[in-house]
């Protein structure tokens, strides 16, 4: 059986309802699922002041080796400023050592982020997940115009041929529309689809 990990981290419960929807659709391929977040890297009184979401169900990974065992990895994280979040950054910043081993050769990628303006860069956000998932020798699968849910300008909406997004608002209070989390499904299931024709 494919096994695919979702790997995120969520300020605000955003990126978290969308890894939940990305693990439905890897799940609904017939993959076994793991989510895991990344450890919390701000101190605890920026943690608190600024009100982030701390309660969740998915454990923390335990370091960089965890990733040896999934046949895909599908890594989602909110902007700053145009890039993943640091917290996010600084897990990647411990993986040399696969990196130098080849450990991640050949497995499948993908990444889903969120911004809180439909122009708040979001592809910008999802090449500097990509770029360092094809520097570890991953095969990258974005969210193909297969899934047509990302067109159209009738309502504000994410999507992105790069990966799965979602628009929070500038106050963090809009949540994953239907469409968007139906595109993180979709994206979900293509990785797994791809991972599975790849291990046979």
Known sequence: ??????LYYSSYGHIEQMADAI??????????????????????EVVAQAHF????????IEGPDALRAYDAI??????????MTSQMATFWDTTGGLWATGALNGKVGGAFTSTASQHGGQETTLFSIITNLMHLGMT???LDYGFQGQLGVEEVKGGSPYGATTISDSKGDRQPSASELDGARYQGRRIAEVASKLAA
Do not use: F, N, Q, W
């Not at 059986?1 to 979702?6: E, R």
């Not at 693990?23 to 605890?44: K, S």
């Open 23 to 44: 693990a439905e659709g890897a799940r609904g391929a017939g993959a076994e699922v793991d989510i895991r977040r990344v450890a919390e890297t701000a101190p605890p």
């Open 1 to 6: 059986m494919t096994k695919v990990l979702v």
């Open 53 to 60: 979401k701390t309660d969740t169900s998915h454990p923390v």
């Open 140 to 142: 990258i699968v974005g």
């Open 74 to 83: 599908i890594v989602g994280t909110p902007t700053r400023y145009g890039r």
